[in-house]
């Protein structure tokens, strides 16, 4: 297989005529060939448009044949080979036994949502038989769901496989029965293509309409803007900043016919360590702390930015054990020049907040876009008072924040914004601090774990990866897991519409054998 520096417009391969744009290698800080050409606004219309014609031929496939189409595109992927996850070391400086599981993953996504599609269960069926004697009359009544449209994805800087061209969005988007137009990241251009070409060569093997997927290239805004704003695309997926996501969900808002962004964006997920478990194993956490900030250099969205505890001795201990793991990291690289350029202005920022102190660097800088680690402390009065403190570093550096006692605690943890994740780490001798922390907690983050580190996101049917702004543009919302289908759809009520008129799914006899809530009750029949 080779790269071309194409994008994939429904069934063609095309190079972009507006101009070129190269991804780079930034352990090396060279530029990568080849070139790719983006995407002139006639071709992004035209990705749009195909998407868009074929919306209503996708949505009327039949299930299995949907779910064979997921499947097609693991299978797609794994063929490819060592070239895939190369090109994508190449392009991230990302381990390679990291992108061999995070393909493993992106492939699982697929899967799991293939059988999410077979089992029918996310279409909602509901059926209210007609009352015709009662007063007055009931109708017939049935309820389904439907895909919403094309939707853009726009593929995320950290996980070029998993988040990218391939990733939950566009497996979830497709499960729906939703077009996908993905806008590829620039910063690994030649995996995207590889991807891309995978998806393309399953929607033709499977029959898929043309127009079912398109991947296109651009530089700067205004491609993520006019895809955006095109009137075909009815839904967006992204994962990045906070501004990149407020820019879309602002242009969203703004056209004729406003569409839903789901935007996961900025996250610092506080880890809270209760007396009892920082007394009884303050340097095994400490250890797990610091292997948790400093995976993949810090660039997970569930890095967690924030530890909170009381003061004290076991504090003082655990802050010491931290700072020795933490000064033996070597630095790593970071993903793109840009992300390395950012991080170092943030670090410099917060070594010069008022109150706020560093407490460790990781090993000595490297060559290219290597960063160090980066730990610091302050009291919890010095971190309610500045909103500086708030803010997302994306990179491996976080804050320990000292309490006074358990009240101090529970208004940090009624401070903080919407986060992805909260963790606690507790002992029984704790679970009355802790029931404490929860509701706080509840209302704060889309994931609450104990006793464990947030970095690990499981694709499972109960995962949620979301949570209240701003963590998502919409906390009702999860990107990872079966859950990530239902962004994607809307109810339909169909009242006493023929029986030959109605979708497979409400008609009498259940002949896609799913189950559905008939007359209140779930069946199977």
């Given at each position: 297989m080779t790269i071309h520096g194409e994008m994939i417009i429904g069934r063609r391969s095309e190079r972009g005529v507006a101009g070129e744009v190269r991804s780079a290698d930034p352990a090396r800080g060279a530029e990568l060939e080849p070139a790719f050409g983006t995407a002139s606004p006639a071709q992004l219309a035209a990705a749009c448009e195909l998407a868009e014609q074929a919306f209503d031929a996708?949505?009327?496939?039949?299930?299995?044949?949907?779910?064979?189409?997921?499947?097609?595109?693991?299978?797609?992927?794994?063929?490819?080979?060592?070239?895939?996850?190369?090109?994508?070391?190449?392009?991230?400086?990302?381990?390679l036994a990291r992108l061999e599981g995070?393909?493993?993953?992106?492939?699982?996504?697929?899967?799991?949502?293939?059988?999410?599609?077979?089992?029918?269960?996310?279409?909602?069926?509901?059926?209210?038989?007609?009352?015709?004697q009662r007063s007055p009359p009931r109708p017939d009544l049935r309820m389904a769901k439907i895909p919403l449209g094309p939707v853009a994805v726009f593929g995320a800087s950290n996980f070029p496989l998993a988040f990218s061209?391939?990733?939950?969005?566009?497996?979830?988007?497709?499960?729906?029965?939703?077009?996908?137009?993905?806008?590829?990241?620039?910063?690994?251009?030649?995996?995207?293509?590889?991807?891309a070409r995978a998806v393309q060569r399953a929607a033709i093997d499977c029959g898929m309409p043309e127009?079912?997927?398109?991947?296109?290239?651009?530089?700067?805004?205004?491609?993520?803007?006019?895809?955006?704003?095109?009137?075909?695309?009815?839904?967006?997926?992204?994962?990045?900043?906070?501004?990149g996501g407020l820019a879309l969900l602002r242009i969203a808002n703004a056209r004729p016919v406003p569409i839903p962004v789901y935007a996961e964006m900025s996250s610092v997920n506080p880890v809270f360590?209760?007396?009892?478990?920082?007394?009884?194993?303050?340097?095994?956490?400490?250890?797990?702390?610091?292997?948790?900030?400093?995976?993949?250099?810090?660039?997970?969205?569930?890095?967690?930015?924030?530890?909170?505890?009381?003061?004290?001795?076991?504090?003082?201990?655990?802050?010491?054990?931290?700072?020795?793991?933490?000064?033996?990291?070597a630095a790593g690289t970071m993903l793109t020049a840009g992300i390395h350029?950012?991080?170092?202005?943030?670090?410099?920022?917060?070594?010069?907040?008022?109150?706020?102190?560093?407490?460790?660097?990781?090993?000595?800088?490297?060559?290219?876009?290597?960063?160090?680690?980066?730990?610091?402390?302050?009291?919890?009065?010095?971190?309610?008072a500045n909103p500086a403190l708030e803010e997302e570093i994306f990179g491996p550096a976080s804050v320990l924040i000292a309490c006074r006692d358990q009240a101090e605690m529970l208004a940090v943890a009624r401070h903080l914004e919407g986060q992805l994740t909260a963790t606690v780490?507790?002992?029984?001798?704790?679970?009355?601090?802790?029931?404490?922390?929860?509701?706080?907690?509840?209302?704060?983050?889309?994931?609450?774990?104990?006793?464990?580190?947030?970095?690990?996101v499981e694709v499972a049917h109960a995962m949620v990866h979301g949570g209240p702004f701003p963590a998502t543009s919409d906390s009702r919302s999860t990107s990872v897991g079966a859950a990530a289908i239902e962004r994607f759809l809307r109810p339909v009520c169909y009242q006493d519409v023929p029986a030959g008129l109605l979708p497979q799914a409400l008609r009498d006899g259940n002949p896609l054998g799913i189950a559905r809530l008939v007359d209140g009750q779930f069946r199977v029949n």
């Open positions: 996708y949505r009327a496939i039949g299930l299995e044949q949907r779910a064979r189409f997921l499947e097609s595109i693991a299978e797609e992927i794994l063929d490819i080979g060592p070239l895939l996850i190369e090109r994508a070391h190449q392009e991230s400086g990302l381990p995070e393909r493993g993953r992106t492939v699982n996504q697929l899967r799991l949502f293939a059988k999410v599609v077979r089992d029918g269960h996310f279409l909602g069926a509901t059926l209210d038989a007609a009352l015709p061209v391939a990733g939950g969005d566009t497996a979830s988007a497709l499960a729906a029965g939703c077009p996908v137009v993905v806008k590829a990241h620039n910063a690994h251009l030649g995996t995207s293509e590889l991807v127009g079912v997927f398109s991947m296109v290239i651009g530089e700067g805004k205004q491609i993520g803007q006019d895809l955006v704003n095109h009137p075909a695309i009815q839904a967006v997926g992204f994962t990045g900043s906070r501004q360590l209760l007396p009892g478990a920082l007394a009884n194993g303050g340097a095994r956490l400490a250890a797990g702390f610091i292997d948790s900030l400093t995976l993949g250099v810090g660039q997970f969205c569930t890095n967690p930015g924030l530890v909170i505890a009381l003061a004290g001795e076991a504090l003082d201990a655990f802050r010491i054990a931290a700072v020795d793991a933490l000064q033996a990291k350029q950012a991080y170092l202005g943030a670090i410099a920022r917060r070594s010069g907040l008022a109150g706020v102190q560093l407490l460790a660097r990781g090993s000595a800088e490297g060559t290219g876009c290597a960063a160090q680690a980066a730990l610091y402390q302050c009291d919890a009065a010095t971190y309610l780490h507790a002992t029984e001798a704790d679970h009355a601090l802790a029931a404490a922390l929860l509701p706080t907690l509840e209302r704060k983050a889309g994931r609450i774990l104990f006793n464990g580190f947030p970095t690990g």
